[in-house]
């Protein structure tokens, strides 16, 4: 298959396709680059859904669940789970993805693992290009799982329309000390495995934790729902939020203002990456063993690649 | 104070200068780059160790124990605390932070956390270059304590030359999952709170773990150690044991190895950094405008502002 016809057979529903564009794009270089800017002005209509949450928060079996919900609505889902390849919770990450097979078969749904590390730029990068092309492929939600433990999955995040939390009984006192980064990345936190003791106690402390911030007239306010994802349970309420959340994002002008922060995101991205491949040329090496004999600096070194005249 | 006596200062011991520097580079830019232009052919002596687990391993308490071992042998040390800003530790990680006090007032020690989020290249960027300065102002030992839960960790993790992992009883099954990533990147291990049930199981555990492991002849044999930091137990052995690794490094020839690759990853952030400077000119906000709605892709784009004739 040519490069060229991906783009047209991943937007006719070809799955192997869509598969293909992903696995160039985790490889990154030029040949990602081309498929990108040939899919970038197909893309945009997806509403674009980041679940995030600790570990062992059912994250993965909410995206199942909500996968579901979507499908009962008529709704196409792109999923991308992201591996942070972190050593404290990989194995685990992976173990909890075997509960998503049962999307398996559905033309409807498609689920893909990322846990790149070649990538030039990292996961944030590969991951931001793959929703690019879930949503040329025309999925009409595409969600975005990560764990949510480090600054990496909160870049993922922010690729997100709307941002959904995941919290679970019995986090204790901790509660109160996630609240201040929660708040800022939170559209609609869900209190899963909510069948448990002291699931009604976390919906009282996330709600009053809401109503410590400062609220602006118009301003959206994040709802607190319940789930027992592992029955389904919530998820018709939490596909609602989701979807009330988009049209207020459209109706206050965030749409508008969100998609040019993520221009901004992507713009930078690339000038970075085109930049660092154009000077790995014949002087690179050089100066990397200048750098390391501490007889040259880094920021010098790199002024010199770049032409020092126009700096 | 001037920009150019803070080099000078900071190496006669000044940690007011000390503290201002790392400030500059926290923010970036120019004053930042020529700031460590001056610093980085003093640098180069640190020996530079990491301390990383997950939250509740109690790292806080066990750098402070280590330090405290290393300033009784005469070592003086310098501390970098790196706050993940992660929405789900940030204040666990502020609250354990107030037990290094202890060492306040010792001038042979320094202590800064790191929690910037403005700085172009992220917090791995700004904790690298914080390294290099405490290095110059002659800390012989460099600690830095991260989190250890995601991609950003694991980057801040590989600029040390030695890195703890930190585990501790009671994590259970977990133990089980943990183990690929955790062999990559620790160098030493610590099975702190160690007077705790099930510390001789944790501690059997990660020995068998590491036997699993392919053994090359000649190659460090990562040991296992037992601690309870929060009376001092174990220190002077995870010192000495640091100590050994970094010995080891330099008759492996794996020092040079490391350097170089520290600098290969120093260069590619400088070139990064300055590329993306130099382009946020006039044209840049037509062209967010252009990407944002969709009539123009990123990759594009980053070629027109780049020269498209060098690409």
Same mark, same amino acid.
Request: aromatic share 2%; charged share 25%.
């Given at each position: 298959?040519?490069?060229?016809?991906?783009?047209?057979?991943?937007?006719?529903?070809?799955?192997?396709?869509?598969?293909?564009?992903?696995?160039?794009?985790?490889?990154?270089?030029?040949?990602?680059?081309?498929?990108?800017?040939?899919?970038?002005?197909?893309?945009?209509?997806?509403?674009?859904?980041?679940?995030?949450?600790?570990?062992?928060?059912?994250?993965?079996?909410?995206?199942?669940?909500?996968t579901?919900?979507?499908?009962?609505?008529?709704?196409?889902v792109?999923?991308?789970?992201?591996?942070?390849?972190?050593?404290?919770?990989?194995?685990?990450?992976?173990?909890?993805?075997?509960?998503?097979?049962?999307l398996?078969?559905d033309?409807g749904v498609f689920?893909?693992?990322?846990?790149?590390?070649?990538?030039?730029?990292?996961?944030? /990068? #590969?991951? &931001?290009? $793959?929703?690019?092309? !879930?949503?040329? *492929?025309?999925?009409?939600?595409? %969600?975005?799982?990560?764990? @949510?433990?480090?600054?990496?999955?909160?870049?993922?995040?922010?690729?997100?329309?709307?941002?959904?939390?995941?919290?679970?009984?019995?986090?204790?006192?901790?509660?109160?000390?996630?609240?201040?980064?929660?708040?800022?990345?939170?559209?609609?936190?869900?209190?899963?495995?909510?069948?448990?003791?002291?699931?009604?106690?976390?919906?009282?402390?996330?709600?009053?934790?809401?109503?410590?911030?400062?609220?602006?007239?118009?301003?959206?306010?994040?709802?607190?729902?319940?789930?027992?994802?592992?029955?389904?349970?919530?998820?018709?309420?939490?596909?609602?939020?989701?979807?009330?959340?988009?049209?207020?994002?459209?109706?206050?002008?965030?749409?508008?203002? /969100? #998609?040019? &922060?993520? $221009?901004?995101?992507? !713009?930078?991205? *690339?000038?970075?990456?085109?930049? %660092?491949?154009?000077?790995? @040329?014949?002087?690179?090496?050089?100066?990397?063993?200048?750098?390391?004999?501490?007889?040259?600096?880094?920021?010098?070194?790199?002024?010199?690649?770049?032409?020092?005249?126009?700096?």
């Amino acid at each position: 298959m040519q490069h060229n016809e991906l783009i047209p057979r991943m937007r006719a529903g070809d799955q192997r396709a869509l598969a293909r564009a992903i696995s160039i794009i985790e490889t990154g270089g030029p040949p990602a680059r081309a498929l990108l800017a040939a899919a970038y002005p197909h893309a945009g209509a997806a509403h674009v859904v980041g679940v995030t949450g600790p570990p062992g928060a059912g994250k993965s079996t909410l995206v199942t669940a909500l996968t579901q919900e979507w499908r009962r609505r008529g709704v196409s889902v792109g999923i991308v789970a992201v591996d942070p390849t972190s050593p404290f919770t990989g194995g685990a990450v992976l173990g909890d993805r075997i509960r998503m097979q049962v999307l398996g078969g559905d033309p409807g749904v498609f689920i893909r693992s990322m846990a790149s590390r070649g990538r030039l730029g990292g996961l944030a /990068r #590969a991951t &931001a290009d $793959a929703v690019v092309l !879930l949503d040329t *492929a025309g999925f009409q939600v595409v %969600l975005i799982e990560t764990v @949510g433990a480090g600054q990496g999955e909160i870049d993922i995040a922010r690729a997100a329309h709307t941002t959904l939390v995941v919290e679970i009984p019995g986090m204790g006192d901790d509660i109160q000390s996630i609240k201040a980064g929660m708040l800022e990345i939170a559209d609609v936190f869900v209190v899963n495995k909510a069948d448990r003791d002291g699931a009604d106690n976390v919906l009282r402390q996330l709600k009053a934790m809401l109503h410590l911030g400062e609220h602006r007239p118009g301003a959206w306010e994040p709802p607190v729902l319940k789930a027992v994802a592992m029955r389904g349970e919530g998820s018709a309420e939490i596909v609602e939020a989701a979807e009330r959340h988009r049209i207020h994002l459209h109706h206050s002008g965030q749409s508008a203002e /969100r #998609a040019r &922060a993520a $221009a901004e995101r992507e !713009l930078s991205a *690339a000038v970075q990456e085109l930049a %660092l491949e154009r000077v790995r @040329g014949a002087p690179w090496e050089a100066l990397v063993t200048r750098i390391a004999a501490r007889a040259r600096d880094p920021y010098g070194a790199a002024l010199e690649l770049l032409g020092e005249s126009k700096s």
